[in-house]
């Protein structure tokens, strides 16, 4: 049997019966939708994840107090291990080369009030002036904090634009006072609008000098983070063991097991991918159930065209037809069902993800391969689910089909 005729008649045999071809086909439709929507949400959500991480700073290296042990984050390695960084640990940090800035860094939440009357709880961090080109943050006006207000432990602070938005509305909040804590503080400038990196939102953040934190608002002497900003991607693991050496020997620690932890963005970016790739194969293998629904439906509904296409089948035989052209009928059948699924199964998958990006604000993504594993799924169910039936119909005896009725 040439192509053509093998199409042709897959084609009469098909819309003889459209209803029932139409229904056959939904679950396939529904099942390549929801696996197409959840590969491009997924992508998208990763996208998302990677700018966001990438947008805390360029080529970052976070120092953290205390162990990181999986599973159960920061947690005591000995007494007082959560107070083991301290102002004296930047000056080391500052000597390894290849470091650009060396940003400390101490936060509390506390209650922010202005002179108006309203107020809000927010994160407070005492930070000195490396900390913008750190974590790649600039002004949208006013000035930030200076290395001369952090020696003389002056009252001042920068609002991050949730903050100020909150105090003053739409009134520019440069030169006002806000109380921090009970403490007054004068405005010097607002950030731009940055956008949340997951775990931590800088717009919903206040900003004073680190000094001013540690000796008026907080009464401590430790920091909670020290952020490193390496020259290259190159260099960070270079940067990484020096660190770890350089403040084990001043903490007077094992190198291979510090008071302190050591976190960069590839490790950040690389958990928060692998949570986000393993939520979206679940949530896609959920949808490929809806799949093999399909494919028994296809498989149903190819059995009973075979009961119902059995004087069809012997007289086909009759005249010469061989066993491998009526299974090859029957399998193209099968098949071009599936990849009629298969294509309206990603236009909806792609209308989902259209509508989900609308609604979510997630820039979804419909790769290449997501379609190819599309059409690939496919084709796949309709061999499988096909072969049965197929076989069947080719294994009937050319009397007794010619004799059914």
Same mark, same amino acid.
């Not at 950030?191 to 956008?195: D, F, I, R, T, V």
């Given at each position: 049997m040439i192509l053509s005729d093998l199409l042709q008649e897959t084609y009469t045999a098909l819309s003889a019966n459209k209803a029932r071809s139409g229904l056959t086909i939904l679950g396939i439709v529904i099942g390549i939708g929801?696996?197409?929507?959840?590969?491009?949400?997924?992508?998208? %959500? $990763? &996208?998302?994840?990677?700018?966001?991480?990438?947008?805390l700073g360029s080529n970052l290296l976070t120092v953290l107090p205390g162990i990181i042990q999986p599973g159960r984050g920061i947690v005591s390695s000995g007494r007082g291990s959560a107070q083991t960084l301290k102002n004296n640990d930047v000056d080391v940090l500052k000597?390894?080369?290849?470091?650009?800035?060396?940003?400390?860094?101490?936060?509390?939440?506390?209650q922010i009030a202005s002179g108006a009357g309203t107020n809000t709880n927010s994160t407070v961090i005492g930070v000195t002036s490396e900390y913008l080109p750190v974590?790649?943050?600039?002004? %949208? $006006? &006013?000035?930030f904090i200076t290395e001369s207000q952090q020696r003389s432990l002056e009252r001042v602070a920068v609002l991050g634009p949730t903050v100020a938005q909150d105090l003053f509305g739409d009134t520019d909040p440069i030169g006002k006072q806000i109380r921090i804590n009970k403490v007054n503080f004068k405005v010097i400038g607002v950030?731009?609008?940055?956008?949340s990196a997951g775990f931590f939102n800088p717009d919903d953040t206040a900003f004073v000098p680190l000094s001013t934190m540690q000796k008026i608002l907080a009464g401590e002497d430790f920091l909670?983070?020290?952020?490193?900003?390496?020259?290259?991607?190159d260099h960070m693991p270079q940067v990484r063991d020096a660190t770890i050496a350089a403040l084990a020997e001043k903490h007077r620690q094992d190198p291979q097991n510090p008071d302190f932890s050591i976190v960069s963005q590839a490790d950040i970016l690389g958990t928060l991918t692998q949570v986000t790739n393993t939520f979206t194969i679940f949530l896609a293998s959920i949808a490929g159930i809806s799949l093999i629904v399909g494919g028994i439906g296809i498989m149903n509904m190819m059995l009973t065209t075979v009961t119902e296409r059995t004087r069809e089948i012997?007289?086909?035989?009759?005249?010469?037809?061989?066993?491998?052209?009526?299974?090859?009928?029957?399998l193209s059948e099968a098949v071009m069902l599936t990849f009629l699924g298969g294509a309206a199964g990603i236009a909806l998958g792609w209308i989902i993800s259209l509508v989900v990006s609308k609604i979510a604000g997630i820039a979804t993504s419909v790769s290449l391969f997501s379609v190819l594993?599309?059409?690939?799924?496919?084709?796949?169910?309709?061999?499988?689910?096909?072969?049965?039936?197929?076989?069947?119909?080719?294994?009937?005896?050319?009397?007794?089909?010619?004799?059914?009725?």
């Open positions: 929801s696996v197409i929507a959840m590969i491009s949400i997924g992508q998208g %959500a $990763s &996208g998302q994840i990677q700018s966001s991480i990438e947008g000597q390894i080369e290849n470091v650009l800035h060396v940003s400390p860094e101490f936060q509390r939440r506390f974590r790649n943050i600039a002004l %949208a $006006s &006013g000035s950030l731009q609008q940055k956008g909670s983070t020290i952020a490193i900003s390496v020259d290259s991607k012997g007289l086909r035989k009759a005249i010469g037809a061989k066993k491998k052209d009526i299974s090859l009928q029957f594993l599309a059409f690939g799924v496919s084709a796949a169910i309709g061999i499988v689910f096909g072969y049965y039936p197929a076989r069947r119909a080719a294994g009937l005896n050319p009397i007794d089909a010619l004799r059914y009725e």
